[in-house]
């Protein structure tokens, strides 16, 4: 008996065994922006309580949840100061235990934000660590004595300056990979592993569905050598965590990791190897961005690269990994802007981004507003951002001989505030996020581009997102089928093939305001989706209008399909 049990275990594993997360969707709420309930211009708990409806009905399956645990908002909760707290401004744990509860009741899972690289400087554990050297709490963080009376090396921060900080009272430098009040935990002790496992089991008990895991690879870091991401100890420190918290329970994890390789992906989420689930990987993220410098760095998309970056991932990894597929999350720009058209075809571009995406192998991410098309909202003066990494990058240009104008280039393009805006219920005053005032400007555009809006039009990118997500459900070739690109197209279109058993789907996109001519290998057999109306199958070459999309099939599909 038991002997039958491990050999079919054994054969279901060859094909990848399969897993709830595997075919779910995943939507992000950013807590602060999402919806205010009780008009301190604030998102919280209660307000996405009010929206679980209207994230049922668009089909989701997993609501990742950008962190609410107490904080004091430095990185806006990325900075955390107590992980068994709820933070006051978002609510208590008896409405996060509510959120919990009533989003199972609707068949979605919550995931929660696991920010254990750092803790804010007023986390006990630091309050405790940097009273003196000799406190019990000093080595759950990382301290220097100074070289030649300054930092220890030359490590920088992500959010600008030197990665080290000096504490005068003890005249030792602490680590912050991020901003002088997120001090980097030190991994390589025991305790601070342990503490950090018994608080997830705390939340796993609470009946989470899972942990997105913030900047996970820097965990493993050797701050002497300069080794900040994929440090030696990383995997090890990982497959000590499955173990101790999530591994037996059937639960999501995904792992930020900036600097992932398709090899390193298989090291995370290859399921022999007990890791994650799934990794957030930034390859395609980076390629508007010049070579060897920063985000901040613009240079324009290549469609070339993106196909090849995209394909790569998406064939590379096999049964030893899986893909998440997102373009959008709280650190980016919205997609529309960034590489569609958010003015005459906002629709049309947002919509072939989500067709494009949505249509991959892989679990895909949607980030508040995106099924709405939200924009960027530029500024025209740094007194008008909110986001830590955009000031701090702001000031460090200004001192270093930028002009303001080249800045604010930069910001308006790539700064996190762009996606941070409130989300945009209704053409009411402040979008219908509050009736304070809102902690963030809403986006002046919110009279065109609101929820309310867009459900009461069925031709909505809404309607897209829900149709596709809906489409993902019903056929197993979105969730299973291998990829293929489509080599030979004009520079402008992205084209793919799914295969699965006897189906084969053709994708395909202009990713241009132009037209592009397009052909088409055989007569399709039926339309699947498309952000235009389609008169008739494409067949031979077609014209595609700017950014339309569509996925078609080539063989019969079951009749209960549709
Ligand atoms: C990545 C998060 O997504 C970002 O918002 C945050 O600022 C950094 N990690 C630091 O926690």
Redesign the pocket.
């Known amino acids: 008996m038991i002997k039958r049990k491990i050999e079919t275990s054994i054969y279901r594993r060859e094909i990848m065994e399969r897993k709830w997360w595997h075919h779910s969707v995943v939507y992000q709420i950013y807590p602060r922006s999402f919806q205010d309930s009780n008009q301190d211009g604030i998102g919280d708990l209660r307000g996405i309580i009010s929206r679980l409806d209207y994230l049922a009905y668009l089909g989701i399956d997993v609501i990742w949840l950008?962190p609410v645990y107490e904080s004091p908002n430095d990185?806006?909760g990325?900075?955390i100061s107590d992980y068994q707290a709820i933070m006051a401004e978002f609510g208590t744990m008896e409405e996060m235990e509510e959120l919990i509860e009533e989003a199972k009741k609707r068949n979605i899972r919550i995931v929660m934000d696991l920010?254990v690289?750092?803790t804010s400087d007023e986390h006990p554990w630091f309050i405790e660590a940097r009273k003196n050297k000799e406190n019990p709490y000093r080595d759950y963080y990382i301290w220097r004595d100074p070289v030649n009376g300054e930092e220890p090396n030359g490590l920088r921060s992500?959010?600008s300056g030197p990665a080290w900080q000096l504490e005068e009272q003890t005249g030792q430098y602490f680590l912050h990979l991020?901003s002088k009040r997120?001090p980097d935990l030190n991994w390589k002790n025991k305790q601070v592993r342990q503490a950090i496992y018994q608080m997830m089991n705390f939340w796993i008990d609470k009946g989470i569905g899972g942990f997105r895991m913030?900047?996970i690879d820097m965990i493993g870091k050797e701050p002497d050598k300069e080794i900040t991401s994929n440090g030696p100890k990383l995997h090890e420190y990982l497959q000590e965590m499955n173990q101790a918290t999530f591994g037996d329970k059937n639960l999501m994890t995904v792992g930020?990791t900036w600097g992932a390789t398709t090899e390193i992906a298989k090291l995370y989420s290859n399921p022999k190897r007990n890791e994650l689930s799934m990794i957030f990987q930034f390859e395609h993220i980076g390629l508007d961005q010049q070579e060897g410098k920063d985000k901040w760095d613009l240079k324009p998309l290549s469609i070339s690269e993106l196909k090849k970056v995209l394909s790569k991932w998406q064939t590379s990894l096999g049964n030893e990994g899986w893909n998440s597929l997102f373009w959008n999350?709280?650190?980016l720009p919205r997609i529309v802007s960034r590489w569609g058209n958010d003015d005459v075809y906002r629709k049309e571009s947002a919509k072939m981004f989500a067709i494009l995406l949505h249509m991959m192998k892989g679990t895909p991410y949607i980030y508040q507003g995106e099924e709405l098309g939200m924009t960027n909202c530029p500024i025209d003066d740094i007194s008008e951002a909110k986001d830590?990494?955009t000031i701090n990058m702001y000031n460090e240009r200004i001192s270093s001989g930028f002009t303001k104008e080249e800045i604010l280039e930069s910001i308006n393009a790539k700064g996190?505030d762009n996606a941070r805006t409130p989300m945009q219920w209704n053409a009411r005053e402040h979008a219908g996020f509050t009736t304070g005032i809102p902690w963030l400007r809403v986006n002046p555009n919110y009279k065109e581009i609101n929820a309310e809006e867009a459900l009461a039009d069925q031709d909505s990118v809404f309607y897209m997102y829900k149709k596709l997500i809906d489409l993902r459900r019903k056929h197993d070739i979105i969730v299973w089928g291998d990829y293929e690109l489509v080599e030979e197209t004009p520079e402008h279109v992205f084209a793919y093939s799914r295969i699965y058993e006897d189906q084969r789907w053709l994708v395909v996109c202009n990713m241009s305001s132009e037209k592009q001519v397009f052909t088409v290998p055989r007569e399709a057999l039926r339309i699947i989706v498309s952000n235009y109306p389609l008169k008739q199958l494409p067949d031979g070459k077609v014209e595609l209008r700017p950014y339309e999309a569509f996925a078609v099939s080539y063989t019969h599909l079951r009749a209960h399909e549709t």
């Open positions: 950008s990185d806006n990325y900075d920010v690289n750092h992500i959010f991020y997120q913030d900047v930020e999350n709280h650190d830590i990494e996190r």
